[in-house]
């Protein structure tokens, strides 16, 4: 289960509190060295945990709260309403051109899960907006990522564009936005290479693909599961690329949350979309108040 860690010990911290009508200044300031560990111990980000804990002891502070009826309540009202803005406040859709195709390019680190983002994606707007993808096949170098689109493509019933592996992924990428515009695809997704970790080659290639391709969406795919880690590559593509959105994947095998609750302070870029599961109806979008419900449990 997500979140595992981090909601026991949110619930731990600020168990103490409740059931006191008064919280006096050392019970907050134990409550707040306890959520401070809470979140480190969940890798969140430095910055952003120090950023976080001193808003909410600011807020907490207020003579109204500390003095007001169900002080513990409140509190956990205000952890509650920080970790929403913490993670983006509302949800963020996907951008969406004003005429077709909308161009949404995948991109990110090798196994981060972008083909079955992609996939995923695809499907949804399939399913609930009758839409009409495409599906365009640019990751050259393991002719296993191909083979895997076209299998997900089989499943989903949306058609894939490929050339093999001996032609140019800018070439391949030309080649696939003319064949969706011959057949009015309103969607084009295009899935490109990732590395097991970032290089100047790849940020290279990807940056030729956006320069040709205009995406209306880059879509950056991280593994929750691999926490920091994920946030610095997020900052990698981000500072390279300027992506326009973020899937979270593996939620389902994250126990701790630190990606999910850093990404959005550290890069300025929204999550959008978290994935929590491999099978295509396992994408959810990301909604920062629902999150935040979950982790404080
Ligand atoms: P890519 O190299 O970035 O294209 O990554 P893939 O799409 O091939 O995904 C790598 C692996 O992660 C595959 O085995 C996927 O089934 C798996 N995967 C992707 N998203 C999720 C998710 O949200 N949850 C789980 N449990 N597995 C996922």
Redesign the pocket.
């Given at each position: 289960m997500a979140f595992e860690g981090l909601t026991e010990r949110l619930q731990n911290a600020m168990k103490r509190l409740r059931g006191k009508g008064k919280v006096s200044e050392s019970d907050l300031r134990d409550t707040m060295r306890e959520i401070r560990l809470a979140l480190l111990e969940a890798d969140v980000n430095f910055d952003v945990v120090k950023d976080f804990v001193k808003t909410v002891r600011e807020r907490a502070a207020g003579a109204k709260v500390l003095e007001g009826l169900n002080p513990a309540q409140q509190i956990v009202k205000i952890v509650d309403e920080e970790l929403t803005k913490t993670m983006g406040e509302t949800a963020t859709p996907l951008n969406k051109s004003t005429k077709i195709p909308t161009i949404i390019m995948m991109v990110?680190?090798?196994?981060?899960?972008?083909?079955?983002?992609a996939g995923k994606l695809a499907n949804r707007l399939k399913t609930e907006d009758k839409a009409r993808p495409l599906m365009i096949a640019a990751?050259v170098y393991r002719p296993a990522?191909i083979d895997?689109l076209v299998t997900v493509g089989k499943q989903i019933d949306v058609p894939v564009f490929e050339m093999g592996t001996d032609t140019d992924p800018v070439e391949i990428v030309r080649q696939g936005l003319a064949k969706a515009e011959e057949d009015h695809n309103d969607y084009v997704f295009i899935?490109t290479a990732?590395r097991l970790q970032i290089d100047e080659q790849l940020m290279d290639e990807l940056a030729r693909i956006k320069e040709l391709a205009h995406p209306d969406e880059i879509m950056l795919?991280v593994d929750a599961m691999t926490g920091q880690n994920a946030v610095a590559t997020a900052e990698g593509f981000n500072d390279k690329l300027d992506v326009t959105g973020v899937s979270l994947?593996?939620?389902?095998?994250d126990t701790r949350g630190g990606a999910a609750l850093s990404i959005r302070a550290v890069t300025g870029k929204p999550i959008k979309f978290v994935?929590?599961?491999?099978k295509m109806s396992?994408l959810d979008v990301f909604h920062p108040d629902r999150m935040a419900s979950r982790i404080l449990g």
């Open positions: 990110g680190l090798q196994g981060a899960g972008k083909t079955t983002t990751d990522a895997q899935d990732g795919v994947t593996k939620l389902d095998g994935g929590e599961g491999e396992d």
